[in-house]
């Protein structure tokens, strides 16, 4: 029975240590999803502020927004648009977008609103992209509802070009430097980051609604150890949750054979218990 006991508590404690470890691997997993979701709420945010710029708002007619002043540097305006407007018309100039004919949303709405966003000195921010260096601000161009004006949290419609791409044309850039190639950013509305080449240096193109850039691989000038830092640090980084991550499984394996152990020896004492006449 001593055994027994003895046994019971070594079980727990084994079972308690590995889920420690796992919620101890989780706030570097969790750190590393932060800025994804942080320019999502940035994009509700904005979107907010965006309909705020509506007063009797004409279709078709660009309404500049102002930000919270904890975001200032940012830009951000509205176009309120009928959705057959904009599939048989497009729009030929909203700021640095052109939105060719063909453009469809869904789910289908009547009316829908463009929110553009300029995110100015806080593009690093709330999409760092380590290894690159922007040559201009983050632009997003996000497609809503705008049956009601004054709803928020509202989710985005999925926008696509079933003809040409839309172009995003990039006003205030900053020159590449000599030998480097401007390529085009694109994050997605789940998270992901596509590349692609850049026409005439500040153009890019898109099927589809999102945030774009332009970028160039940043190179360290000279001598400079900078870059491999970066991936030092990031490769410690995967450490941190590797570590833990294994060593709880190697500790769920100890548990597993302790079990089965334990289990064979219940029945070995059972078994003796039956023989001898006495209850367990
Ligand atoms: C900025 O201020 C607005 C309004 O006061 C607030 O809703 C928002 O959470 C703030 N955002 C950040 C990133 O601090
Ligand atoms: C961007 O610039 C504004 C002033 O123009 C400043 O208040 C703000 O802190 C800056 N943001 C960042 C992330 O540096
Ligand atoms: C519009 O949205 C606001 C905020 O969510 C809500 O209070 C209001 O009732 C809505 N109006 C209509 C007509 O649905
Ligand atoms: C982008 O440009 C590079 C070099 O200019 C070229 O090798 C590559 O094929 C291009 N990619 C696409 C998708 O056009």
Not at 16 to 34: E, H, K, M, R, W
Not at 84 to 106: C, D, N, Q
Not at 177 to 200: E, M
Not at 202 to 230: K, L
């Amino acid at each position: 029975m001593g055994h027994l006991l003895l046994l019971r508590s070594l079980t727990m404690l084994l079972l308690v240590v590995p889920v420690c470890l796992f919620s101890f691997s989780f706030p570097c997993i969790v750190a590393q999803s932060d800025t994804k979701t942080s320019a999502r709420a940035l994009d509700a945010l904005l979107q907010d502020y965006a309909y705020s710029a509506f007063v009797r708002p004409r279709t078709g007619i660009v309404y500049n927004g102002y930000v919270p002043s904890n975001l200032t540097g940012m830009k951000i305006a509205a176009m309120r648009l009928r959705s057959g407007s904009l599939r048989t018309r497009g729009v030929k100039i909203y700021k640095e977008f052109g939105i060719p004919i063909g453009v469809t949303e869904s789910p289908y709405v009547e009316r829908l609103v463009l929110v553009y966003q300029n995110l100015g000195n806080w593009s690093k921010t709330y999409y760092p992209l380590p290894g690159y260096t922007y040559l201009s601000p983050v632009l997003g161009l996000l497609a809503y509802d705008a049956s009601n004006l004054t709803a928020t949290n509202l989710l985005e419609l999925k926008i696509r070009a079933s003809g040409d791409p839309l172009s995003i044309t990039f006003q205030d850039m900053m020159s590449a430097p000599a030998g480097s190639v401007a390529k085009c950013v694109w994050f997605d509305l789940h998270g992901l980051t596509h590349f692609s080449n850049a026409t005439s240096g500040n153009t890019c193109s898109t099927t589809e609604q999102g945030h774009f850039s332009i970028v160039v691989e940043s190179v360290a000038p000279g001598p400079s150890p900078s870059p491999r830092r970066e991936k030092k640090k990031s490769n410690s980084k995967v450490w941190i949750i590797v570590v833990p991550v294994l060593v709880g499984l190697a500790l769920l394996v100890l548990l597993a054979f302790l079990v089965l152990w334990l289990h064979k020896y219940k029945q070995g004492h059972d078994q003796l218990g039956e023989q001898t006449g006495t209850a367990a």
